[in-house]
């Protein structure tokens, strides 16, 4: 059974370098003291063993990270923006899917344990201020840089649903009437043994709780050598934490009926025998089962030992359900609170470079970044546009209207290879060149 949603997120975008000089009475033009901009923040996913469904993004789909502050006067560094953390349960796959249908999908990695997180949206850098151009043979940087853009990317998250119940017991103890009585599905009823032929799951909502819940077909003794049908179906029942083991109050030796579900669990797997139980006694509606309570509770709590919860219901009348349902509900949470007190580890791939990526519980991002190769371009006869990502930060970072300033861009555009890039495109003097939003001529 699969759960799933469509999520946003939004990474911050990295905040503007500033160009400025210090001020001082003796020295009208200091030295330059502009900050750079603070990074913007990213966007991660967190494995929360607390959570047990993806319902939560109905209600929210769209996650967005602060942006990075501009640098300031005096070296002052913007702030960092803040970084969103959302937290979706264990077992989800993060995929990147495109903005339109049918664009192919990356995969972006798999949430398998408690605590990992993803980074699926990276906060732009900074720009710098020109404060950090200073260099021996310019004393007096002009320039500036705008900060990154952050990222955003559209997400599918899916996430398999494994059982964290699952019921037994004999054939027509009313395990899928139980099932009807608390989830959505709807498998077969009726009055004859092995109605069920195969597994079905239920999602169970308690409050803003939720479990899984699977129906497997009755078991009966020599299941687990393969009689009956239950034992092929016994496998799916050894992810389930929980088992509700459920006995018809209407026939008679309730204890002996427990024995032997319990004998074809330990000789299926001894895993499963030492699963904790919940009993519930079913078809209370009925008059014989009413007037025996007493006896039968006392023969099943014979069979079952002390610690075992039992409870009365009536699957059909839904008689005691509510009361089952949150015993259920608030073990499952008991045991997800000791689980998530355990020390998560980490499974992935081999590190390369003798440097665990996953140290930090960091999940590898398999995706790269989306950069524009190309460096410059011919938007018409006469015009060229840079699009040179640094080229064009510190472009809208500058004031190119000051001519010292074009003059220490053009420096720069050298240094990047961008004059060249140009030149190649065949740009010839007094041709306009656009870069961010502003125009100079090529001399
Ligand atoms: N009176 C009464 N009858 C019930 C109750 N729960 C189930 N039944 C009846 O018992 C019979 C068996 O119910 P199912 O839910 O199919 O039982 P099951 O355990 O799923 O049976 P298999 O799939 O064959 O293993 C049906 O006729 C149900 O109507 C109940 O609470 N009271
Ligand atoms: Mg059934």
Known sequence: MIDEAIIEARAGAGGKGMATFLREAIRPLGGPAGGNGGNGGSVSLVADPSLNTLLKFRYRRHFIAGNGGNGARNKRHGANGDDVEVTVPVGTEVWETGAKRG????????????????EVSKGGRGGLGNAAFVSSVNREPLLAEAGEAGETVKLRLNLKILADVGLVGMPNAGKSSLLTAISAARPKIAD??????????????HGIDAFAAVDIPGLIEGASEGIGLGHEFLKHMQRTRLLVHLVDGSEGDPGERIRTINNELGAFDTRLAGSPQIIAVNKLDLEEVELLRDEIEDQVREAAGDDIPIYFISAATRLGIDDLVAAI???LADMRREESAEPATVLGPEPSNGEDPLDDDNLPVYRTRKSNSRVVVRSRANEYRILHDRAVRLAEGSNLDNFDALVQYHERLERMNVTDALRRAGAKQGDAILVGDWEFEWQ
Do not use: K
């Not at 664009?103 to 993803?118: A, I, K, M, S, Y």
């Not at 004859?192 to 909502?205: A, I, M, N, Q, S």
């Open 329 to 331: 509900s608030y073990r």
């Open 192 to 205: 004859y043994p092995f109605t069920t032929l195969e597994p079905v799951l239920g999602v169970v909502e």
């Open 103 to 118: 664009e192919t999908e990356v995969f972006l990695g798999d949430l398998v344990r408690p605590g990992q997180r993803l």
